[in-house]
């Protein structure tokens, strides 16, 4: 598996950036993940929008979906200009059905429920699914392909519950829209300090921060997260890859 982080900004994008979003790419499968203000324009330094094979969505907060309209529009453009490919299929919840129903849009694109207690299968990857405490209904995922688990936590404050779901992932894509001396918990987000304690209870073998803050010295996260996991931290970036 290679991750590709496209945008990595909570709540916003930065000035010329993105907020969620990330390419994940296996067998010649491309799966974006999320896709949050900023993405279209960014991912196509990657990847062009008709080669997607699959979104997936974690929750319908506009830093993560902000940009499914102008996807849908690319593709649909694109088949004008002469383009075949197929109807692209995006997976998300069904607990808010005025979102969900924007997913599927004339025959470019197709909302799918995800069912959080079963595991969905979407080309080479096998996803686990945790529901995350977050003020709407939001899902962590457990990607598995080839033997290897990444584990993106979306949005959420932290959880007991995230350790057995995380235990072992090679690589642990964690929001931390928070300093440590900041309480996220009634936001729905995790401080540096909670996700290194989680990383290090979780036994991963990296741990990504993103989802970040839009103040701050954000090296700071890093070193307060390492006083709790003594493993691999790296802020995400744009265009930062990692193969698994």
Known sequence: MKLTTIGFWGGYPKKNGASSGYLLEHDE?????????GILAKMQNII??????????????????????????????????????????????AYDQAEFTKLTYKEITKGISYEPNEVLSVGPFQVTFLK????????????????????????????EEFIDFSKGADLLLCECNFYQQQNGKSAGHMNSIDAGR?????????????????????????????????????????????SL
Do not use: W
Not at 149 to 156: G, M, N, Q
């Open 29 to 37: 499968f491309n799966l974006l993940i999320d896709c949050g203000s």
């Open 48 to 93: 062009e929008p008709e080669k997607l094979d699959a979104v997936l969505i974690s929750h319908y907060h506009p830093d993560h979906i902000a940009d499914i309209g102008v996807l849908q529009h690319a593709r649909l453009i694109q088949g004008f200009l002469g383009k075949s490919f197929p109807t692209l299929p995006i997976y998300g919840h």
């Open 132 to 159: 995350t405490d977050h003020p709407v209904p939001c899902y962590a995922m457990r990607i598995q392909a080839n033997g290897k688990a990444l584990v993106y936590t979306a949005d959420s404050s932290f959880k």
């Open 198 to 242: 989680f990383a290090e209870k979780a036994g991963v073998k990296q741990l990504i921060l993103t989802h970040l803050p839009h103040y701050g010295e954000l090296p700071k996260l890093i070193s307060e997260a390492s006083t709790e996991y003594t493993g691999i931290i790296k802020l995400a970036d744009e265009f930062q890859t990692i």
